[in-house]
């Protein structure tokens, strides 16, 4: 993360004295002959009711009523409804309490004096009833009230304070009120605050330090998913649950994957789970998977500013697996197979990048300084070939295995040549393949990688090469040394029959990946002088054809520009070329 948004490393053990002090609180007040009801209040998805939960199951002993009820007050919509859900949501606190049948049949039995009395018109059953006696049982409870922000509108929050009094007052009860106020509406407010006053006797606001709530869901502390959601200020527990089962489904398909890689797509799962779960009234998915941080940079972007600190604040950049995570979050799943495939592609091209970067440190330590010793290189060398050996370019450790020989004459250089040629053989592309005929000492590693060279030529056709090389995505540069082996005869023939949809586009993205830099990409300013040739030669069939190639030629200068490069004429002629020529 960058300096600005920089947090502090996370404790090695979370500390609890933020915890410990709420718990203590709690106690006191579980204790006291004085203070009957509580308003436990806090932002939303801190962990009240968790805390809360946990707090009873573990203090059951400081708990002086002989019954606990907790009641979510979602939907509930009457204090009728209130009533049951306290009188059969009831637990015995201890072993020996009677149930609520017994305490039903001795309450009964208790008042059989005075029942031949009392006349009940149009009710069937005792159980019907119930609702004249619910006030009458609930007596020595601990009831817990939760959720009321969220309560049926149905239900008046004057009546159900009313009840609250009357359970405190009269009937020897202890409530606990978990509620967050900013929630509630400007009305509800207003009379929680009166009656704040009246029956409240105790409130304490829940607001547990970041390590603290992280360390409940990720007891390990977990650094990288720390980093991501800290960055953004998340301290909500039900957020970090999220993320942790985003993690847990796609972890089976993460096993085989290097570690680091595991890290990067970890932390990409918290970014996008971070936005879908608490951030979207700032920022959505498609906005933040459009950008990269590095690109919010003014009002041009279409965000706010709340949505570019998001953006800079993650340092996200979209990843070719994004879609596959925001499928899971928005579906709870995603397309298996495309999802091994795409991870399988992610995690070689990390391993790629993890070799170049220890291959330029190799460099480093040789030409930055006199600290590395001869041997010291040669074993870095070493472990470059065997951890690295499936991704590493056959020139760039060829090079490096020359050097070492150089410096240090007993290294056998060409017997790891011809080691790393016979594992390379079996992928490799043209031109690494001819490379490994004219640098490896060995005979049979010569006559090998000819063998694959002819199977590649047989297999990989002109359109097969030309379409893989103008894919939107996933386009492989080592694929030109490939289609460079066919002549301008050879694509001539090719493209006076070939027919595909968008194939002269298809064509002016290959033409232009071609004059990229890049050190895979071996024939690729070649491929266009040949189309030029070939685009040119076409054009005089016909006067269809003449205009077929000056679309061609407008549209390879198109894609040019696109990448920030000027189509070279030997690729291009010019417009006043084409008006001399005819090709306009």
Known sequence: MSKDNETPPPPKKAPATQLIRYADELRRFLKSDEQKVLLLHGRWGTGKTYFWTHFIAAEKSAINELFYSYVSLFGASSVAHVKSLILFGGKPVRPGELSLKRRVATFIAGKRRYLPDVSLPHIGNIGNAMGAFDELLIKKYLVCFDDLERRNKQLDLEQLFGLVAFLKEQNDCRVVVICNETELSEGDRQTLNRYREKIVDRQLTYEPPFDENFHIVFPDGNPPIREVVAAVALNNIRVFQQIKWCLTYFLPYLKDCQPGFIE?????????????????????????????????????????????????????????????????????????????????????????????????????????????????????????????????????????????????????????????????????????????????????????????????????????????????????????????????????????????????????????????????????????????????????????????????????????????????????????????????
């Open 264 to 584: 990067k797509f970890n932390q990409q799962c918290a970014r996008l789970a971070s936005v879908h779960f608490a951030l979207l009234g700032e920022i959505t998915l498609e906005q933040l998977t459009s950008t990269t941080w590095l690109g919010v940079l003014s009002d041009r972007d279409g965000l706010s500013d709340a949505a570019r600190d998001i953006v800079r604040n993650l340092q996200f950049l979209p990843t070719d697996a994004d879609d596959l995570i925001i499928d899971y979050l928005r579906n709870g799943y995603c397309d298996i197979a495309r999802l091994e495939s795409t991870v399988d592609r992610l995690n070689q091209e990390y391993r790629k990048r993890e070799a170049d970067t220890l291959l330029t440190e190799i460099w480093s330590r040789v030409w930055h300084s006199y600290k590395a010793n001869a041997d010291e290189i040669a074993q870095a060398a070493e472990e470059y070939l065997s951890k690295y050996s499936q991704y590493i370019p056959y020139k760039y450790a060829t090079d490096l295995l020359d050097f070492v020989k150089k410096i240090s004459p007993l290294f056998k250089a060409d017997e790891k040549k011809a080691a790393l040629a016979k594992s390379l053989i079996p992928t490799a592309d043209a031109g690494t393949l001819r490379q490994i005929q004219a640098s490896c000492a060995s005979n049979d590693v010569r006559e090998q990688a000819k063998d694959r060279e002819r199977e590649l030529k047989s297999r990989k056709s002109i359109e097969q090469l030309i379409l893989a090389l103008g894919e939107s995505n996933g386009w492989d540069p080592a694929n030109f040394a490939d289609l460079n082996e066919y002549s301008e005869e050879d694509f001539f023939e090719w493209l006076s029959s070939a027919d595909a949809p968008y194939l002269l586009t298809i064509i002016a993205e290959v033409i232009t990946r071609g004059q990229l830099e890049s050190g895979e990409n071996r024939g690729g300013k070649e491929i266009g002088v040949k189309f030029r040739s070939v685009f040119e030669r076409l054009a005089k069939r016909s006067a269809l054809d003449n205009e077929r190639t000056t679309h061609a030629f407008a549209l390879v200068r198109r894609k040019m520009k696109q990448y920030g490069r000027e189509a070279t004429p030997d690729i291009c002629p010019s417009t006043e070329a084409d008006q001399n020529s005819g090709l306009a």
